[in-house]
């Protein structure tokens, strides 16, 4: 027995002898090397590891670590921080495998860091163009990354992906996406691996292209299939039986395929190995109003659906179309999630879905059939959805002549932010809001044409709606809401301070984990959502957690930034800092970073303008600048400063900003071309005209 010891130590001490130091090169090669189909499988029943963005091919951000608990939650603390260096939105899930944190800031800049300390083991950035900026209409966001067989896989917000070393970070290959470089695509979704092919989708649909998915092979980045979303013009043969019969569903009078269309596939998608069946969720229509790009009405396939596909050659396989006719920027693209359930004592696969539509839709991923859909928050475009699963819709859904507020808005009663489902409970976590948009189709809309009033239409904007005419009169919320998919209704709710609050995960060790746009990471009881547990993080979050397990040791990950399309030009927190990933573990004793105040100076005051051009600097606002910077004096500004407070020489020097001015190297657009100088001083006006009118008097 003494030699037998003695050997097996010999043979464990030469092992370790021969294993590369954690952290190094060689570490990091041989961690990220076996993350493949079978290690990502595998790991679904351990969840040691995090290797993708839902963690699993399920999306179901359903860790089974309990080391950190409803018990000792408490006890949790900083293990560290690490500073992204960026000012903009940060929406990325950190991925870890063995200690090894992959993670994405805006910009589509990658961080690899060693979770082990904290530190940087290398950055990459590809370098976007902040000339383009204006080209996506929700921040230059990146949700995250991809892991296969060594690599790390990126998509830039201008369009290409990227395959780096995951060693290293040094560029292995990079293919364009981009079909057309007229139109204004970018990305900032997470890219997927499914049977060795990288997936990815864009956005885009409000500049008025065409949706699709492309599959690229993880070895060589050759492309292996493309599927488009919304078919094309009729005119021309289709790309396959699909489009052929999504044509059908559409009116070619309203030429549809010049404004592209839209059903821009920019977020979720899920994998079933068992079913061999990827799932994408497409996008809203191009232009919203669907008066005009399908004037005699039709379902327009495939926008706001899920879609089934073979990953092996992107075959139309099934499709569920949950907002048929999309008129309200109501894609499906939030997060899905594959479940097992017993619904009416029968076993059944299922997708679990809360679109920005309002309703929660419970799917058999099988053949894509209707089995429940009930709405998690109030809705007023529709009753319910009638056996069959088709909306009844509300005799206010598609009126146009007048402006009327749809609830939700196109903010969504969801947005990106993931939801997270634990198999224990039975609940799905998810992040719920109202932000109030009333809307008015404009009938005089022409493709790229420039109108002054219609959301950044200068910007490249084809809306084909107005925004806000009249004011809502609905009130903004957010809230977390543990929804039982069963039963169709809520088991708990927190109440939250503002919208747009971050993603969830949950644990067995029956924990809801998420942070929220007034600068706190929260830990609940996920069976009461009572509250167990909160950090301080600053910034607004707006990002989902990870949780995994190093040498034993259980930690959870936040990255931090304030932004995406609400956070922009509105905030909820006094406080803000530059991108930050917060690592926490049970004991943790780090010091947080230094936050610092947001220095919202006072109303602009004194700049001279004419009176007159008040009205026609509105609607030049409007067309050019609100969607960035919010209302002057009335919002407060997100991570782009609101004009109302800004310094009277820069407001009086407004030109010398917009034309070619200095903030272009932080992705401002430089409107050369776009406005004259006159219709600066008319911009000025409203600016200051308007500070003046709420100033107290």
């Known amino acids: ?368 059939q209707f089995i429940s859909a009930k709405n998690f928050v109030d809705v007023n475009w529709a009753k319910g959805y009638d056996a069959n699963g088709r909306p009844i819709e509300t005799e206010i859904a598609r009126v146009a002549d007048r402006p009327r507020e749809i609830i939700p808005s196109p903010y969504g009663a969801r947005n990106w932010h993931s939801m997270s489902f634990n198999p224990s409970t039975g609940l799905a976590y998810m992040p719920v809001q109202s932000v109030p948009v009333s809307l008015l189709d404009n009938k005089d809309w022409k493709f790229n044409a420039v109108r002054p009033g219609e959301p950044h239409s200068n910007m490249g904007w084809n809306l084909a709606t107005f925004a806000n005419v009249e004011p809502p009169t609905s009130k903004p919320f957010g809230r977390l809401v543990a929804w039982d998919p069963i039963k169709q209704q809520a088991a708990w709710t927190v109440e939250q301070v503002s919208p747009w609050n971050g993603g969830t995960l949950t644990t067995a060790g029956n924990l809801v984990f998420q942070g929220t746009a007034d600068g706190r990471f929260i830990a609940y009881n996920a069976s009461t959502g009572d509250k167990l547990w909160e950090a301080p993080t600053g910034t607004g979050v707006i990002a989902a957690p990870s949780t995994y397990e190093v040498d034993g040791k259980q930690y959870v990950s936040i990255a931090v930034g304030w932004g995406g399309v609400y956070g922009i030009a509105a905030r909820a927190t006094e406080r803000k800092g530059p991108g930050t990933v917060y690592t926490f573990a049970l004991g943790g004793k780090a010091q947080p970073p230094a936050f610092v105040a947001y220095q919202l100076g006072k109303l602009v005051e004194g700049v001279k303008y004419d009176p007159k051009h008040v009205p026609e600097g509105t609607s030049l606002y409007v067309s050019n600048c609100v969607f960035c910077h919010g209302v002057p004096g009335v919002d407060r500004g997100g991570n782009i400063p609101n004009l109302g407070y800004m310094d009277a020489q820069v407001i009086a020097n407004l030109d010398k900003f917009v034309f070619k001015g200095p903030a272009t190297a932080r992705g401002m657009p430089d409107f050369t071309g776009k406005l004259n100088k006159d219709e600066v001083e008319k911009i000025k006006a409203f600016i200051q005209g308007t500070a003046d009118a709420i100033r107290p008097k």
Not at 112 to 132: E, H, M, Q, S
Not at 267 to 274: K, Q
Not at 284 to 293: C, E, I
């Open 1 to 368: 027995m003494g030699l037998a010891l003695a050997l097996l130590l010999s043979a464990v001490l030469a092992a370790q002898a021969q294993a590369p130091a954690k952290g190094s090169r060689a570490h990091l090669a041989a961690a990220t090397r076996q993350v493949d189909e079978a290690f990502i499988r595998a790991n679904a029943r351990s969840t040691r590891d995090w290797p993708s963005y839902g963690l699993d091919y399920a999306e179901t951000r359903h860790s089974r670590l309990d080391q950190i608990n409803a018990t000792n939650v408490k006890d949790l603390g900083l293990v560290w921080s690490y500073n992204l260096e960026s000012t903009r939105g940060v929406e990325a899930t950190p991925l870890v495998v063995d200690g090894v944190m992959y993670v994405s800031a805006s910009w589509s800049i990658v961080h690899a860091i060693d979770v082990r300390t904290g530190k940087r083991l290398w950055t990459y950035d590809p370098k976007v163009p902040r000339a383009d900026g204006y080209k996506g209409c929700c921040d230059v966001v990146n949700r995250g990354v991809a892991l296969y067989e060594g690599k790390v896989y990126v998509a830039s917000y201008d369009g290409r992906l990227i395959a780096l070393d995951a060693a290293t970070g040094k560029k292995v290959w990079e293919k364009d996406t981009i079909i057309n470089r007229k139109h204004s695509y970018t990305i900032t979704g997470a890219p997927r691996v499914f049977k060795g092919n990288v997936v990815i989708g864009n956005g885009g649909a409000e500049y008025g292209v065409r949706g699709y998915v492309t599959a690229y092979d993880a070895k060589t980045g050759a492309q292996k299939w493309r599927w488009f979303t919304v078919p094309g013009d009729p005119s021309k043969p289709f790309e396959d039986a699909s489009m052929e019969r999504a044509a059908k569903t559409w009116d070619p009078a309203g030429k549809w395929w010049e404004a592209g269309g839209g059903g821009t596939a920019w977020d979720t998608m899920a994998y079933d190995p068992e079913l061999n069946l990827m799932y994408v969720g497409t996008g809203n229509g191009s232009p919203w109003a669907r008066s005009k790009r399908s004037p005699a009405g039709g379902d327009n396939l495939y926008l706001a659906s899920i879609v089934a596909l073979n990953p092996d050659t992107g075959q139309y396989v099934w499709h569920y179309q949950e907002t048929p006719g999309d008129n309200w920027d109501f894609t499906s693209t939030q997060p899905m999630i594959l479940a097992d359930l017993s619904i009416d004592g029968k076993p059944r696969k299922v997708i679990l879905h809360a679109p920005k539509n309002g309703f929660f839709f419970v799917i058999d991923r099988t053949n894509g």
